[in-house]
């Protein structure tokens, strides 16, 4: 397994939708999920290789001056558990931290609504993000978005 830096924006799109359409429990909106494909073109963007195929993958969106978001990350379930998202988190983190942002913020449903994001939060915390506040209708009223943050410096 390898990890890479992927610059060519097809590549992106293909690997993101490769691997999102195999987490329908997570990206079962098509909408949410071709927005995501389409966005991967121009971010700062890693993935994990089995060989030619892809395993996962991150990208990080700027949003602020300062501020980085690690905007969607995916590793199809027969990788789980074995380090990928750590190693993609790792990676990106280095990233961001030589483009010179400061912070790096990530979005996901607030702990305790639904168990397959209290382990995406959990996994947060893992990496070192602290809660940052939750926005209970950003989304929608059944979907709390929780903000995590984290300094780079």
């Known amino acids: ?33 071709e927005q995501y494909i389409r966005e991967s073109e121009d971010k700062i ?35 789980h558990r ?5 190693q993609l988190f790792e990676q990106a983190k280095a990233a961001a931290t030589e483009e010179g942002y400061s ?8 702990l305790g609504v639904y168990e397959d994001y209290d382990r995406t939060n959990r996994f947060y915390l893992a990496l070192g993000f602290k809660e940052f506040e939750v926005f209970p209708t950003l989304w929608d009223e059944a979907n709390p978005c929780q903000v995590y943050v984290m300094s780079l410096k």
């Open 103 to 110: 912070f790096m913020q990530v979005k996901t449903v607030k």
């Open 1 to 33: 397994m390898k990890i890479e830096k992927i610059k060519d924006g097809n590549e992106k799109r293909s690997i993101t939708r490769t691997v999102l359409e195999a987490l329908p429990e997570w990206f079962e909106v098509v909408e949410s999920r």
């Open 82 to 86: 074995q380090g990928l998202g750590r």
């Open 45 to 79: 963007f890693f993935a994990a290789l089995d060989g030619d195929s892809p395993a996962g993958f991150l990208y990080l969106k700027q949003t602020g001056r300062d501020t980085v978001e690690l905007a969607v990350m995916g590793v199809r379930k027969e990788y």
